[in-house]
């Protein structure tokens, strides 16, 4: 932690989002521990991964309500499909429990083409999971940002982070977004 302070420190940052991907079911006990000892410093708001396709994901969900403000998903790293009926629930179990979800939007270069995190299967998720608290992180679709401003920007319930977007994209289209 006393780097990650020392980094906020010099760039002025009061408080930072910790987030962690889960992509095996026996990784999610020590990112739980790590975020409860993130949590302990309050400059640290993190947000354990469950990896919603293991056998006891709604019982994480519930584990993690109330002792963090959300959870971290990653479609790509984890093998998620908006669609799935699955992770349909698993989103309805999160919303239930007052959980945020901090999405990866967009796409990924690790998976070149790949776009089922694109921003109009966000929106259908949204529609899918009525009441839902999601953040779409890299304004909602990284490299997919004129896509975000049709479907996503100002959409009701809906947060977009700026993560590895600013300076990435033409300004004008990053103000629009916003």
Do not use: C
């Not at 309500?65 to 479609?75: E, N, Q, S, T």
């Not at 908006?82 to 999405?103: I, N, Q, S, T």
């Amino acid at each position: 932690q006393a780097g990650l302070i020392a980094q906020m420190d010099r760039a002025g940052v009061g408080r930072a989002v910790t987030a962690s991907i889960a992509t095996k079911p026996t990784q999610m006990e020590a990112i739980f521990a790590f975020s409860a000892a993130m949590a302990a410093n309050p400059r640290f708001i993190p947000f354990p991964s469950v990896l919603p396709s293991a056998p006891d994901a709604l019982a994480w969900v519930e584990r993690a309500a109330g002792r963090f403000v959300g959870l971290k998903i990653h479609p790509l790293y984890q093998n998620v499909f908006f669609d799935d009926p699955a992770f349909v629930e698993f989103m309805k179990a999160a919303r239930e429990a007052g959980l945020v979800v901090l999405m990866h939007a967009g796409r990924d270069p690790e998976f070149p083409g790949d776009l089922r995190a694109a921003p109009e299967n966000v929106a259908r998720l949204l529609d899918a999971v009525d009441g839902v608290k999601l953040i779409a992180a890299h304004l909602g679709g990284w490299k997919e940002w004129e896509a975000s401003l049709r479907r996503l920007a100002g959409r009701e319930g809906l947060y977009l982070d700026t993560s590895s977007s600013l300076g990435r994209l033409p300004r004008d289209l990053a103000l629009a977004i916003v």
